[in-house]
C-alpha cells in the first residue's frame, strides 16, 4: 500500500494510534472545508440563507449514495450522541418499558439512554456479553438473554468504542424486526471503515460519524431514520423548520437540518471525501490496515499475557484492535506515553477492565506498531504504570 502519510496534516513527530476518536482529515478534504469556509465569509447571508440548501442537499446525495439509502431519510447532525439524543428523546416509552443494549456501550450514549429512559419510567438493560467472544452465535444468544416482554427496542453499536469489535447487527436486526422491535444503530465507526448498505442492514434508526474514518473534518455525522418512524422525530432544537414558512416536502428534513446560525461547511466536505477515498482506492487501504491490525494484535495480547477479544478475523476486527491491560492509573499511563514517547493512543476504563486501543489508517505502518510494543514491552518490565 502506497504510504499516505503526506496525504494528511498530522504533526509528524506523533506516533498516531488514536485515529479512532476523532479521525483526521487529509489535506484536499480539509481544503474543500476551507475553501467553503472562505465562500460563507464572503457573503453569509447567500451562502446560509440560498446557495446553503443546494450544497446540503447535493452533499446529503452523496452521502446517501455511499451509505446506501435515500437521500431525505438522513439529517446531518455534529455528532452521533445529538442523533441519538433525538431519537431518545422522541421515543414514546411507557413506565416499566425497556431498551436493550450491551455492557459494551460507548459511555456517552450509555448516559443518553440512561436519562430518557428514567425520565420516562423506563428502563436501559445493559445486557452483560462474556469476553472474550467465542463466535457470532455466542454472541447472539448473550445479547437476547436481555430481551423480555417488555423490551421496545436494542440499541447496539455495530463498532464498539473501547474494545474496538464488530458486532453482528445485520443478525440482530434481522431478530429484532421479527420480534417487533425497533432498532437504533450506532455505527459511529462504521461509514468508511467497512462497507454499509442501509438499505440491506434493514436497522429503523442509525447514526454514523463522517469524521472519524470518512475523513471530513470534525462535526460531521449524520443520522438515518426509516420513513415510517420519521413522524414522531421532533426536533432537539426548535427553529424555522418547525411550523416552517416555506416547508419542504420533508418534515423530517425541516425540522432537523437547521439549528439556528452555524458553520455548516464540514458537511459539505463529504462528496470530497468521497472521492478521496475512491481516488485512493480506499477498500483496498482499508483491507491493509486491518491485516496490520490483525496481524500484530496477538503479539500485543501476548505481552500483556491477555487473550484476544475474539477471534482475530475479519468478522471481528477492522481497524481498531483493543488489548486488555493491568495498570493503576490509566490516565498517568496514558499521558506517559504521549509526553515520554510521543504516542497518541487511548488507555480507557470500561467496567472492571482497562484497554488500550490502537487505530491503524493509512498514514500506519508496521514501525508504528513495533515503537508502541517496544515502549510498552519496557513499561511493564520496568513495572511502570503496568504490570
Ligand atoms: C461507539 C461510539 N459511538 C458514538 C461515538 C460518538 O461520540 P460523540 O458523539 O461524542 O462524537 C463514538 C465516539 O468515539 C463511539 O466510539
Given at each position: 500500500?502506497?504510504?499516505?502519510?503526506?496525504?494528511?496534516?498530522?504533526?509528524?513527530?506523533?506516533?498516531?494510534?488514536?485515529?479512532?476518536?476523532?479521525?483526521?482529515?487529509?489535506?484536499?478534504?480539509?481544503?474543500?472545508?476551507?475553501?467553503?469556509?472562505?465562500?460563507?465569509?464572503?457573503?453569509?447571508?447567500?451562502?446560509?440563507?440560498?446557495?446553503?440548501?443546494?450544497?446540503?442537499?447535493?452533499?446529503?446525495?452523496?452521502?446517501?449514495?455511499?451509505?446506501?439509502?435515500?437521500?431525505?431519510?438522513?439529517?446531518?447532525?455534529?455528532?452521533?450522541?445529538?442523533?441519538?439524543?433525538?431519537?431518545?428523546?422522541?421515543?414514546?416509552?411507557?413506565?416499566?418499558?425497556?431498551?436493550?443494549?450491551?455492557?459494551?456501550?460507548?459511555?456517552?450514549?450509555?448516559?443518553?439512554?440512561?436519562?430518557?429512559?428514567?425520565?420516562?419510567?423506563?428502563?436501559?438493560?445493559?445486557?452483560?456479553?462474556?469476553?472474550?467472544?467465542?463466535?457470532?452465535e455466542q454472541f447472539l444468544a448473550d445479547f437476547w438473554k436481555g430481551y423480555s416482554e417488555k423490551t421496545k427496542a436494542v440499541f447496539i453499536s455495530q463498532i464498539t468504542s473501547t474494545t474496538g469489535l464488530i458486532f453482528p447487527v445485520k443478525e440482530i436486526c434481522a431478530e429484532a424486526k421479527k420480534r417487533g422491535l425497533l432498532t437504533i444503530v450506532d455505527g459511529a465507526h462504521v461509514p468508511g471503515h467497512i462497507p454499509l448498505n442501509l438499505n440491506e442492514l434493514e436497522a429503523d434508526i442509525y447514526?454514523?460519524?463522517?469524521?472519524?474514518?470518512?475523513?471530513?473534518?470534525?462535526?460531521?455525522?449524520?443520522?438515518?431514520?426509516?420513513?415510517?418512524?420519521?413522524?414522531?422525530?421532533?426536533?432537539?432544537?426548535?427553529?424555522?423548520?418547525?411550523?416552517?414558512?416555506?416547508?419542504?416536502?420533508?418534515?423530517?428534513?425541516?425540522?432537523?437540518?437547521?439549528?439556528?446560525?452555524?458553520?455548516?461547511?464540514?458537511?459539505?466536505?463529504?462528496?470530497?471525501?468521497?472521492?478521496?477515498?475512491?481516488?485512493?482506492?480506499?477498500?483496498?487501504?482499508?483491507?491493509?490496515?486491518?491485516?496490520?491490525?490483525?496481524?500484530?494484535?496477538?503479539?500485543?495480547?501476548?505481552?500483556?499475557?491477555?487473550?484476544?477479544?475474539?477471534?482475530?478475523?475479519?468478522?471481528?476486527?477492522?481497524?481498531?484492535?483493543?488489548?486488555?491491560?493491568?495498570?493503576?492509573?490509566?490516565?498517568?499511563?496514558?499521558?506517559?506515553?504521549?509526553?515520554?514517547?510521543?504516542?497518541?493512543?487511548?488507555?480507557?476504563?470500561?467496567?472492571?477492565?482497562?484497554?488500550?486501543?490502537?487505530?491503524?489508517?493509512?498514514?500506519?505502518?508496521?514501525?508504528?506498531?513495533?515503537?508502541?510494543?517496544?515502549?510498552?514491552?519496557?513499561?511493564?518490565?520496568?513495572?511502570?504504570?503496568?504490570?
Open positions: 500500500m502506497e504510504n499516505l502519510r503526506s496525504q494528511f496534516l498530522l504533526n509528524p513527530e506523533i506516533t498516531f494510534l488514536n485515529f479512532g476518536s476523532f479521525g483526521a482529515c487529509p489535506k484536499p478534504v480539509f481544503e474543500e472545508y476551507q475553501r467553503f469556509q472562505l465562500e460563507l465569509e464572503r457573503d453569509p447571508v447567500q451562502f446560509i440563507t440560498v446557495k446553503g440548501y443546494d450544497y446540503i442537499r447535493e452533499s446529503r446525495e452523496a452521502l446517501a449514495g455511499y451509505i446506501g439509502c435515500e437521500a431525505d431519510d438522513v439529517v446531518y447532525t455534529p455528532n452521533p450522541t445529538f442523533a441519538i439524543n433525538i431519537v431518545a428523546k422522541n421515543l414514546k416509552l411507557q413506565p416499566g418499558d425497556e431498551v436493550l443494549s450491551t455492557d459494551l456501550e460507548y459511555g456517552a450514549l450509555d448516559r443518553t439512554w440512561a436519562f430518557y429512559c428514567a425520565e420516562k419510567g423506563a428502563k436501559y438493560v445493559r445486557q452483560h456479553i462474556s469476553l472474550p467472544l467465542v463466535s457470532k447514526t454514523g460519524a463522517c469524521h472519524k474514518w470518512m475523513l471530513t473534518p470534525k462535526g460531521s455525522s449524520f443520522l438515518y431514520v426509516k420513513k415510517a418512524f420519521q413522524e414522531w422525530m421532533d426536533p432537539l432544537v426548535v427553529s424555522w423548520g418547525y411550523d416552517a414558512a416555506y416547508p419542504s416536502s420533508s418534515q423530517f428534513l425541516d425540522y432537523h437540518q437547521f439549528n439556528g446560525t452555524r458553520d455548516f461547511s464540514a458537511y459539505l466536505t463529504i462528496p470530497r471525501a468521497i472521492a478521496f477515498m475512491e481516488e485512493h482506492n480506499w477498500w483496498a487501504v482499508a483491507a491493509t490496515c486491518r491485516k496490520l491490525v490483525q496481524s500484530n494484535y496477538q503479539r500485543f495480547c501476548d505481552l500483556m499475557e491477555t487473550a484476544p477479544l475474539a477471534p482475530i478475523t475479519d468478522e471481528f476486527f477492522g481497524q481498531l484492535a483493543s488489548i486488555s491491560i493491568r495498570t493503576n492509573d490509566p490516565i498517568a499511563l496514558k499521558n506517559k506515553l504521549f509526553q515520554e514517547h510521543q504516542i497518541e493512543i487511548p488507555v480507557m476504563p470500561h467496567g472492571d477492565a482497562v484497554y488500550l486501543r490502537y487505530s491503524i489508517n493509512a498514514f500506519n505502518d508496521q514501525s508504528d506498531l513495533d515503537k508502541l510494543y517496544d515502549v510498552v514491552a519496557k513499561l511493564k518490565s520496568e513495572k511502570q504504570l503496568l504490570y
